[in-house]
């Protein structure tokens, strides 16, 4: 007999998301499975926001951002009595598997639902690409490459003013976006949360620069290390460099994915069913080393991830190439 599999997207949305959706369902239904989309994620599930889906109920999807089934933060879910009514609605519908597609706090939210015996399985969904088990995140690509196509414009404008500019990029507490849009960009300067910054240093590599005959300076900063207005004021401390702040918040989070986050969403999608079908529970998906693998979600988020030593190497890379 076939699964009842609910599926669900959590936290802060990304650009991909709607094709891993896509591939749960879809590969669900092929194997003879029956699917629940599950809206407004934790809280959705809590208040019973749930209904079966069917092939045609995912056409047209993978190339558009955002979530279908939308998305909330519900802190709720933290506490034990916060997820009972979820575990409750789960039981009513007789959905015995949950596929979450989301970030970290999402991870933590099946973690605790697969303590109760559902079975979860986690499809790293963020922008942010702070998730352990797996090297890449749905939705990151195409993050980065929107910032990039914004940083690209910057430049221009920043040439002709002979201008700073300080672009406040997101990530939450990583500074993965920051250090590839940083490098993709060929920003002078990167600002990331897992490496020290000293203000002295980034004044003299302006000076250094202008001397040099550089027409303008890039800083990319991670919004985990301070926000853009507070770099700037920290820079006018030495002198006015002509400093513009530029945050590009949420227009990262939008947009159509990336083949590369597409397809990440399919395979990521299609291995969340077969380990569903394989008895698996409390794991996640992710892709190592250009595999598809399944981790514990416990100990996934115990660990200490993929990012912090990877983001030191590229910042110190862009530092020899980047000046
Ligand atoms: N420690 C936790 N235990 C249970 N559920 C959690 C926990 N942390 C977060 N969640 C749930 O996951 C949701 C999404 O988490 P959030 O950190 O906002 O986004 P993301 O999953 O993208 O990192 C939260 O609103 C909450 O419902
Ligand atoms: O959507 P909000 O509430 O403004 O949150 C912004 C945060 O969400 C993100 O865009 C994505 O984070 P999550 O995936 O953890 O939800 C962060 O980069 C950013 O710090
Ligand atoms: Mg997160």
Redesign the pocket.
């Known amino acids: 007999m076939g699964k009842r599999i609910g599926v669900l997207t959590s936290?802060?949305d990304?650009p991909g998301m709607n094709a891993a959706i896509r591939a749960v369902v879809r590969k669900a239904i092929h194997d003879g499975d029956e699917v629940f989309g599950i809206r407004y994620g934790y809280r959705g599930l809590a208040e019973g926001d749930i209904f079966q889906m069917e092939e045609r109920d995912v056409s047209d999807l993978t190339a558009r951002g955002g979530t279908m089934l939308y998305t909330a933060?519900y802190p709720e879910f933290k506490d034990a009595e916060g997820r009972q009514p979820a575990i409750d609605q789960l039981k009513k519908h007789g959905i015995d598997s949950l596929v979450v597609i989301?970030?970290?706090?999402s991870y933590r939210g099946a973690a605790a639902l697969a303590a109760e015996g559902i079975q979860t399985v986690g499809i790293p969904g963020?922008?942010?690409n702070?998730i352990p088990g797996t090297e890449y995140t749905i939705g990151f690509d195409t993050a980065c490459n929107t910032a990039l196509e914004a940083i690209d414009k910057i430049r221009d404008t920043a040439t002709s003013h002979l201008r700073t500019f300080i672009i406040e990029v997101?990530?939450?507490n990583a500074g993965d976006i920051a250090v590839w849009t940083g490098i993709g960009s060929g920003a002078e300067q990167i600002i990331i949360p897992e490496a020290d910054f000293n203000m002295d240093e980034i004044v003299a590599n302006i000076e250094n620069g202008r001397k040099r005959g550089k027409k303008h300076s890039i800083i990319v900063l991670a919004?985990g290390v301070m926000e853009g207005h507070e770099f700037a004021d920290k820079l006018y401390e030495y002198d006015d460099y002509h400093a513009r702040v530029t945050v590009l918040g949420?227009v990262?989070?939008g947009g159509a994915p990336t083949a590369r986050d597409r397809v990440l969403a399919a395979l990521f999608g299609y291995k969340a069913v077969e380990l569903i079908h394989e008895g698996a529970a409390g794991v996640c998906v992710g892709m190592m080393g250009e595999k598809i693998v399944a981790t514990d979600i416990n100990e996934a988020l115990e660990s200490k991830g993929h990012s912090h030593d990877n983001q030191v190497k590229l910042y110190n890379i862009n530092t020899e190439i980047s000046f």
């Open positions: 936290g802060g990304a933060r989301g970030g970290d706090g963020t922008i942010d702070d997101m990530g939450r919004e949420h990262q989070r």
